[in-house]
C-alpha cells in the first residue's frame, strides 16, 4: 500500500509558474501509474495528466486544458512524482491531488484509483 503527500502549491499570479511534487512511501512507486487531478469548488474533480510506469516506458497523456502548459514527470529513483505548470490562469484554481493504481484503464475516471493524496491548494489571482 502506498501513502502519497503533495506539496509545492501555493499562490501564483495569472501567467506564473509552480511545480506540483507528490512524494510516495510504503509502495513500489515504479508500479504505479500515476495522475494529477484537481478539484474546484462546486465542480467534479478532473484528471490534469497521467504518466504510465518505466516497463511501459513513462507515457504521458493531459487533459485539453493541460496539454501544451503543463508537464508531467516522475523520479522513481526517489519514489516522487511531479507537476510543472506554467502560464497559470485563474481556472486552474484548485486543490492538486497525486493518485496512484495498479490497473489499467481511462485514466479521467476518479474510481479506477486506489490511493490519493490529501491534495495541495493552487490559487492563481492577481
Known amino acids: 500500500q502506498v501513502q502519497l503527500v503533495e506539496s509545492g502549491g501555493g499562490s501564483v499570479q495569472p501567467g506564473g509558474s509552480l511545480t506540483l511534487s507528490c512524494t510516495a512511501s510504503?509502495?513500489?512507486?515504479?508500479?504505479?501509474?500515476m495522475a494529477w487531478f484537481r478539484q474546484s469548488p462546486g465542480k467534479e474533480r478532473e484528471g490534469v495528466a497521467y504518466?504510465?510506469?518505466?516497463?511501459?516506458?513513462?507515457?504521458?497523456y493531459y487533459s485539453d486544458s493541460a496539454r501544451g502548459r503543463f508537464t508531467i514527470s516522475r523520479d522513481n529513483a526517489k519514489n516522487i512524482l511531479f507537476l510543472q505548470m506554467n502560464n497559470l490562469g485563474p481556472e486552474d484554481t484548485a486543490i492538486y491531488y497525486c493518485?496512484?493504481?495498479?490497473?489499467?484503464?481511462?485514466?479521467?475516471?476518479?474510481?479506477?484509483?486506489?490511493?490519493w493524496g490529501q491534495g495541495t491548494q493552487v490559487t492563481v489571482s492577481s
Open positions: 510504503g509502495g513500489d512507486f515504479g508500479t504505479y501509474f
Open positions: 493518485a496512484a493504481r495498479t490497473g489499467l484503464g481511462e485514466w479521467t475516471i476518479v474510481s479506477t484509483y486506489d490511493f
Open positions: 504518466i504510465s510506469t518505466p516497463a511501459r516506458r513513462h507515457y504521458t
